[in-house]
């Protein structure tokens, strides 16, 4: 078992370590490392914490997470300028799950935009891209004529949960309360609609929560200062208590967003992968006017996509299927799995694959290679798990 | 260290344990190691007559999140294997070193025991 490493692999230099650490800690959490990132891979076990979003509720930390404020009067047509989806449809309080790419139409990131404020927006993106997001930008910023537009990196300043699953409902009007002072105006947390974003108190702090998720769970994600997150964290898992909430870590995370075919930076997505290719073209308004990457996105979709991303499962006994596996049509190469993992929930090997071929969206079949031997596989409408609240 | 590390066992470096039978080890991955892996859910077999060197991989564990190879502890030839752990790789996590062993080795050359690690050497080796 030469590949087995007790304890933490570290890759280059120091992690960091969001200020919940030692709360990780404290919990018995088994840390990894993700992104340059030192965090929870998982607390009482993977499949249990999944399983435990699925039916009751569970707490993450994603304080790795980074967040940029676009304002200033020309912010809202900046926004829509530079990514795929509809930003104008937005109005204040609400937000949309996007795309910015770069000039070929590969994508520089997938985020969640918010409009906070009339002139004022808040990009949550993946934490493995502030840099690339923060430097792009820039260079966007500076070739643009709308002139009245700030960009903040404002990673450092926000510390971020998420709190998912159809239980959460029951608490987190205790700890969070209403009504919100900003964003949608609702008298509750609870009252806000999928995709809103309100401003409310946390004690006298001010925290964002937002109506979103990365696990097909109904459920919140909430944006406070640093400074107050661990008083955040501890109230909820104490007033969660009765709703059976556990700390869930990246692990569970990553199984929970495969059932939803979600994507995930760095597989599915990638600076050379479209989000056509990958399958996000509802998020993607060619028709809404000039944005970044759309000629190149146009002239794919004209030339017919030569990739295709699907989702899949596994059609007998096999091993896991996990990422960079072969996938094959008889003799033919299609491809490689991007994402794979045992499903908690279906008790069964899925994952996605970017392939070659045009597959029907399910009922296609094909094999997958697992060290030199081929097990029968099946493309699958997402999501893969399809019992889930969203 | 809490894991359990019965001294009638050997040792490799790489986890797995040794219970020797006259000409036939025994092989398993040792408590500590299947506590690191977290729970598994699924583990592969050598095939029965294959042969095998010594830290040959010939057998995978897989959790939710990773797969790692296990390595024949000695060479020889397998000559039988736990089918039920290909059943219920949880049986691995459970019962390690009872239940959960993983495949059954012929020896072919007696000089590599004395190279396997005692049960104080391998705690040593785990807890630096």
Redesign the interface.
Known sequence: ????S?GLKFSQGMLSRTILYEGHQSLNA?MMAFGGWEMP??YS???DEHLAVRKACGLFDISHMGEFEISGEDAGGFVNRVLTNDASRLSVGEGQYSILCNDEGGTIDDLYVFRLATTRYLWVVNATRIASVGSWVDRLRAGSDLMEVEVLDRSAHWSALALQGPRVIEFVNAVVAGPSEGGSAVAAVTDLAKNQIGLFRFGDEPIWVSRTGYTGEDGFELLIDGGHVEALWGQLQSQGHVACLQPVGL?ARD?LRTEMGYPLYGHELSESISPLEAGLGCFVKLEKGEFVGRDALLRQQSAGLQRHSIAFRMTGKS??P?PDYKVWLGDQALGVTTSG??S?SLKTGIGMALVSVNFPKSGGAFEIEI?GRRYGAISVRKPLYKDAAS | MSANIPNELRYAKSHEWIRIDESVATVGISDHAQAELTELVFVELPEVGREVEQEEACAVVESVKTASDIYAPLSGTIVAVNEPVAENAGLVNDEPYKGGWLFEIKISDPDELSGLLTAEQYLESISG
């Open positions: 078992m030469s590949s087995f007790p088994r891979v998982q076990g993977i499949i692990g199984t091993p896991p996990r993992s045992v908690p060290r």
